[in-house]
């Protein structure tokens, strides 16, 4: 039974309908990606800051303070990186395009070349390569993809730097509010409110676990358990700063 279904997806999966959306879809950035490496940044941004207080000893409106100024500050720098990055990565495919049109102009044949040997380092020769060759060859739009794709290495098609500093910004404040939240609305002591706060920010960090498993394609379980544990590891590396400084400041 197993079998004949997975025959049946699979057969569903190679109809022509479905691999021209499938190779369309492929072309499209996915900012499921920005929005995880957001979250998990802003999550242990600001549960640092949470621990670190906490550790201290320090009242819980110094931790909303700190919290929310790295919250902001933390967020903004990470979104611009992220926008200046991918706005260079399109840059440098914008300038490789112009580049190779300047070849194509110039050095038509030379280059021509180059895609008779690109096509020929996959396989085909004769007749089949030289049909290949002035097939692509007879439209500049389709010669210089082929150059950037095949002989670069570049993809075409990239993300909107503004959308993914948006992402990248918008997960990293989500997250990043999670250890902070129990400050703001929980009366109980100061000792239970860490508690509630990491309770929430761990129960945060396996999500976002979760979620970076499927962007990466890894098992669920270990990728939420991984990403608990890098988690952990800076909110307890926080906690024992900020007892530490604790006593050498005698707060």
Known sequence: MTNRMDKRRLR???TPDAIAGRL?????HSYLGDFVLGAVD?????FAVVAGVAGAGMPSGVAIVLGMANLLADGFSMAVGNYLSVKADRELIDRARRLEEEHIKHFPEGEREEIRQIFQNKGFDGDVLEQIVEVITQDNRRWVDTMLTDELGLRLESPSPLRSGLVTFAAFVLAGMVPLLPLFVSRARADHVFLISAAATLFTFFGIGLAKGRVVDKPLLSSGLETLGIGGAAAALAYVVGVGLKSLTGL
Not at 24 to 28: C, G, H, L
Not at 42 to 46: D, E, L, N, Q, Y
């Open 24 to 28: 369309t879809s492929a072309t499209r």
């Open 12 to 14: 569903a999966e190679h």
């Open 42 to 46: 802003g999550a242990v941004t600001t």
